[in-house]
């Protein structure tokens, strides 16, 4: 099974360089017919938010259904993908962003909550504390 790099998923999905992006498609659609998934890790979907966000300014709204539509297709496979998806929600509902849902998501998933935080905004989402 393949993995890829942040870089490769983003010029598949946005195809903002031309070339670049015809080699991701191209790739992708490689191991696709080989008969394999294409491995996402944790780390890239976080890097993933954060470029669709700062780089491409997409909405919070456009993000999670960019990042939901990810997760229901059967030719990629998530690292951590039930924390992935916990993150998301918790990022969908409340106003802490996607990198402090996730590392609360993925702590609690590890049996290791709550997170503890000194960010305010972090410690009201559901598995957070804030240390005073």
Known sequence: MAA????ILVRFLIQDDEQQGHLARRLIQLVLAQGETVFIPVTVILELEWVLRSNFLFSK???VELISNLL??????????PSVEI???LFRNHA??????????????????????FDKTAGKVVGAKILK
């Open 4 to 7: 890829i790099d942040t870089n």
């Open 96 to 117: 802490a962003d996607f990198a402090d849902c996730l590392h609360i998501a993925l702590a609690h998933r590890a049996g290791h909550s709550p997170l503890w935080t």
């Open 72 to 81: 229901s297709t059967k030719e990629l496979e998530f690292e951590s993908e």
């Open 87 to 89: 993150a998301l929600e």
């Open 61 to 63: 709204s456009q993000v």
